[in-house]
Nanobody
Framework: QVQLVESGGGLVQAGDSLRLSCAASGRTFSSNAMGWFRQAPGKGREFVAAITWNGGGTNYADSVKGRFTISRDNAKNTLFLQMNSLKVEDTAVYYC?????????????????????WGQGTQVTVSS
């Protein structure tokens, strides 16, 4: 059974940092793109960041560019999201996602439909 389990969420103040982790089990995703999405209360799920299979390429939503960094450790089958300079508007449930297709070295999709496995989410709350 494939599982993605996020951790690292919590309640912080604006300007603080958090590091999210996503541990995958049941299969390896070392050949596949992975990503982070988030969903704020009353809003749809939105793209945050994506990374190529080998970590050589990254893609970010404009709203987090320069503040968030996505990375991965394929040896540990784990995905990370370092979040710095957090803002109140970053408050959301954060989900990690993994794809199963390989579409080239620079494949790092921002569309949620490109991903096949999802974690249960971890809550990030940023207070002012």
């Amino acid at each position: 059974q494939v599982q993605l389990v996020e951790s690292g969420g919590g309640l912080v103040q604006a300007g603080d940092s958090l590091r999210l982790s996503c541990a995958a089990s049941g299969r390896t995703f070392s050949s596949n793109a992975m990503g982070w999405f988030r969903q704020a209360p009353g809003k749809g799920r939105e793209f945050v960041a994506a990374i190529t299979w080998n970590g050589g390429g990254t893609n970010y939503a404009d709203s987090v560019k320069g503040r968030f960094t996505i990375s991965r450790d394929n040896a540990k089958n784990t995905l990370f999201l370092q979040m710095n300079s957090l803002k109140v508007e970053d408050t959301a449930v954060y989900y990690c996602a993994a794809g199963t297709r390989y579409a080239g070295n620079w494949y790092m999709p921002s569309a949620s439909g490109s991903y096949d496995y999802w974690g249960q989410g971890t809550q990030v709350t940023v207070s002012s």
